[in-house]
């Protein structure tokens, strides 16, 4: 059964919210205004609200938001597997078969972007137009310390604002851990998109970066150059400053600068 709720974090805007059987597991997931779909995909650790939480009432003014929570992360359910983009790709896919979606656009931002570009090349007739931001999707594409950190990172480095975030929803310290663990072994195990599948996206893309990004500028310039439409936004700032997630923006700052660009590249390109 839906429920209607207002969002606690970072936003008080409306929403109806449910889980769907995915796949082998509930995914939750939350519906916000009115119009054409796009759909919101969060990074690793986090939740739809860590992630989006800043930008959710700024896209709401043009679209209708369907937010999910991939597997093992927030209110959705796990399975026995490791987590993969690809996996993650199939899961929103089946969820929007579900909602009866037969098309949408996507916004995945980190881990997220990774999924949502997988949605393009695996389930492309689904797929109109893609954001994904702050993608990272060959190794080379960063610095040899971001693998080393993933390499001896530990359950205490992960960001407090991510598990606090969690166990709001899922009060679970177990699974919390869980989910932390499941994250390191994607990226510890992470392996390069081939140029192959990027080339094979027939979306029409906008990478966006932060200048002090994850992946380094490069990457995303060579990166945009594989994508046969492809559009490219060099935005100054760190992981996800622009759209103001939890991490990297403190106290009411307004960081959303970046909403204006989106509804520009969902309504003209």
């Not at 392996?191 to 599948?197: L, P, R, V």
Request: charged share 25%.
């Amino acid at each position: 059964m839906k429920n209607t709720e207002k969002a606690t974090t970072m936003n008080t805007i409306k929403f109806e919210s449910d889980y769907a059987d995915v796949n082998g597991i509930k995914m939750y997931y939350q519906v916000y205004g009115e119009g054409l779909p796009l759909v919101l995909i969060h990074g690793g650790g986090s939740t739809i609200q860590t992630t989006f939480g800043r930008i959710i009432p700024k896209l709401v003014n043009f679209r209708k938001l369907i937010c999910v929570e991939l597997q093992a992360h927030g209110r959705t359910g796990d399975r026995e597997s490791e987590l993969s983009f690809e996996q993650d790709a199939d899961d929103v896919h089946t969820l929007l078969n579900h909602l009866k979606i037969e098309k949408a656009d996507f916004f995945g931002f980190s881990n997220g972007a990774n999924t949502a570009l997988q949605i393009a090349i695996r389930h492309p007739e689904i797929c109109r137009k893609v954001i994904a931001g702050s993608m990272l999707l060959k190794r080379d594409g960063t610095f040899p310390q971001f693998w080393e950190f993933m390499e001896n990172g530990t359950f205490e480095q992960m960001p407090q604002q991510y598990k606090d975030a969690f166990l709001a929803v899922r009060p679970d310290s177990t699974k919390l851990v869980n989910m932390y663990q499941k994250c390191a072994n994607r990226m510890i195990q992470f392996k390069d998109f081939s140029d192959d599948e990027i080339k094979s996206i027939r979306a029409t893309v906008l990478l966006i970066n932060g200048d002090a990004d994850v992946a380094t500028s490069e990457h995303v310039v060579k990166m945009s150059r594989l994508i046969p439409h492809c559009n490219l936004a060099i935005i100054p700032g760190g992981h996800g400053e622009y759209i103001g997630e939890i991490t990297t923006v403190s106290g009411d700052k307004d960081n959303t600068f970046i909403a204006p660009l989106i509804e520009k590249f969902l309504w003209y390109n």
